[in-house]
């Protein structure tokens, strides 16, 4: 099975800040990647599908690249609206298997 | 209004079954994949289950199989999930999620959820 992995597990960072998170499978996933965004005792939501495609209402400020095992999604200005736990997720084209990475709880400094 | 409601859960004995549902409303429900994902207290998200639009296919995570069932109503616009030999691990909110197929090509595709349901909690504990 592939495995998920997010990078770091926790950060924080202050309002305008460029922020980073990785995202890492254990085997090449070509671009089968989403990224979800969750607020507190909030259910999650949509940000990215196919590693940079940002869903239609997604603040331009998020966006994701990578192919094959390394991906990343980038907050370029990050906003207060933004604390968040931030999860990627795999998929196989078919038949449609998910895995979510562990999540990386992203707060304001 | 577009949504998705859960109802169903609750307090069960390990063991014991428990059967969740989803009621769909403001879309064309017999139109989507379906799924359920799970989220223990304090926890990550875990996809469980989906089906497809006519119920001829069906996909579980490994821990589940054997275990639980999903299964929709599209005359009802309800998706349900049953489960039993429930055991403390299988202690989470359940979310009902619409998922979305994007055809790429004939034989490729991409997928997310769009849409989530406020989910609804079991709790499996003697």
């Known amino acids: 099975d592939i495995q998920m992995t997010q990078s770091p597990s926790s950060l924080s960072a202050s309002v305008g800040d460029r922020v980073t998170i990785t995202c890492r499978a254990s085997?090449?996933?070509?671009?089968?990647l989403a990224w979800y965004q969750q607020k507190p005792g909030k259910v999650p939501k949509l940000l990215i599908y196919?590693?940079?495609t940002l869903q239609s209402g997604v603040p331009s400020r998020f966006s994701g690249s990578g192919s094959g095992t390394d991906f990343t999604l980038t907050i370029s200005s990050l906003q207060p609206e933004d604390v968040a736990t931030y999860y990627c997720?795999?998929?196989?084209?078919?038949?449609?298997?998910?895995?979510f990475g562990p999540g990386t709880k992203v707060d304001i400094k | 209004e577009v949504q998705l409601v859960e109802s169903g859960g609750g307090l069960v004995q390990p063991g014991g079954s428990l059967r969740l549902s989803c009621a769909a409303s403001?879309?064309?429900?017999?139109?989507?994949?379906m799924s359920w994902v799970r989220q223990a207290p304090g926890k990550g998200l875990e996809w469980v289950a989906n089906?497809?639009?006519?119920?001829?296919?069906?996909y579980y995570v490994d821990s589940v199989k054997g275990r639980f069932t999903i299964s929709r109503d599209n005359a009802k616009n309800s998706l349900y999930l049953q489960m039993n030999s429930l055991r403390a691990e299988d202690t989470a909110v359940y979310y009902c999620?619409?998922?979305?197929?994007?055809?790429?090509?004939?034989?490729?595709?991409?997928?997310?959820?769009?849409?989530w349901g406020r989910g609804t909690l079991v709790t499996v504990s003697s």
């Open positions: 196919a590693a940079s």
């Open positions: 089906i497809k639009q006519d119920g001829s296919e069906k």
């Open positions: 403001g879309f064309t429900f017999s139109s989507y994949w």
């Open positions: 997720q795999k998929y196989n084209s078919a038949p449609p298997i998910f895995t």
């Open positions: 085997q090449g996933i070509s671009n089968y």
């Open positions: 999620a619409r998922s979305v197929r994007v055809v790429v090509t004939a034989i490729l595709f991409h997928w997310y959820f769009d849409l």
